[in-house]
């Protein structure tokens, strides 16, 4: 399980990183500020941005590891 913290609700996206590449597996809840969602074990991204930022530099990338039998927390704070 990860849970993914959002401080502000915002548009982001979850993908899976298989042989070097992303693939997209889900969108996150744009108007949620906390969201769990239950993966296989991997290696993991989020790509995610803010509702009101226009900027690509505020977007927020964070890559994770889940592993079995262990909860994951992701905060996307800048």
Do not use: C
Request: charged share 25%; proline share 3%; net charge positive.
């Amino acid at each position: 399980v990860v849970v993914v913290q959002k401080h502000n609700p915002g548009y982001g996206s979850l993908y899976v990183i298989r042989n070097n590449k992303m693939e997209w597996i889900y969108n996150l809840r744009e108007d949620d500020t906390q969201e769990s969602i239950l993966l296989q074990p991997g290696t993991y991204k989020i790509v995610f941005r803010e509702k009101y930022e226009y900027q690509t530099v505020r977007t927020i990338i964070r890559t994770f590891i889940i592993r079995s039998d262990a909860n994951t927390n992701v905060d996307l704070k800048n």
